[in-house]
T-cell receptor, first 114, second 115 residues
């Protein structure tokens, strides 16, 4: 089944404890990205990647890191999480770079930082 | 910059009645518009997209959307609502400033369908 997977689905952590949220897609997609969803704000892009070893900042990159060492994986790293990073996170991928490509989303990771 | 607006935080409709979830957009150039649905504890699922051509776009689960260039709107519609349609709906537009890579989302509209 073609899909985007994320792990963990739920995570409660404390301020300053480094964490990684994994994302993997099995569709051989070139483009991958991370979004966070907050009430009243919709989804905002954190980082994106157009190819292996090519990543760039989205709208809200502060406090996050990403890497793209393999085409299928795009982990999101929080080096020192803070309570304002409590949110619902979505990984997404799409096949190419045309405006009409459909973006497919993972199931989400609900993160709580205490 | 591209943007979309979803003017209603919540829409209430009775089962069997038609539903409309509103979206207006602001873009430079051609609009590439999308609708997604988020069911409780689930990820975003793609419903439909407007590229060019017919102003009425048909999508998944019986949903359709009407593109209106003069009103810069892309409203989501369904002729007969189901209780199972209750979910959070997002309108999105491709961002021309990033070479049409990023999706810019609206704030979402919660649809509640009562039995």
């Amino acid at each position: 089944e073609a899909q985007v997977t994320q792990n963990p689905r739920y995570l409660i952590t404390v301020t300053g404890k480094k964490l990684t949220v994994t994302c993997s897609q099995n569709m051989n997609h070139e483009y991958m990205s991370w979004y966070r969803q907050d009430p009243g704000l919709g989804l905002r892009q954190i980082y994106y990647s157009m190819n292996v070893e090519v990543t760039d900042k989205g709208d809200v990159p502060e406090g996050y890191k990403v890497s793209r060492k393999e085409k299928r994986n795009f982990p999101l790293i929080l080096e020192s999480p803070s309570p304002n990073q409590t949110s619902l996170y979505f990984c997404a991928s799409k096949e190419g770079f045309t405006p009409t490509d459909t973006q497919y989303f993972g199931p989400g990771t609900r993160l709580t930082v205490l | 910059a591209q943007s979309v607006a979803q003017p209603e935080d919540q829409v209430n409709v009775a089962e069997g009645n038609p539903l409309t979830v509103k979206c207006t957009y602001s873009v430079s150039g051609n609009p590439y518009l999308f609708w997604y649905v988020q069911y409780p504890n689930r990820g975003l699922q793609f419903l439909l997209k407007y590229i060019t051509g017919d102003n009425l776009v048909k999508g998944s689960y019986g949903f359709e959307a009407e593109f209106n260039k003069s009103q810069t709107s892309f409203h989501l519609k369904k002729p007969s609502a189901l209780v199972s349609d209750s979910a959070l709906y997002f309108c999105a537009v491709r961002d021309a400033d990033t070479g049409f890579q990023k999706l810019v989302f609206g704030t979402g509209t919660r649809l509640l369908v009562s039995p």
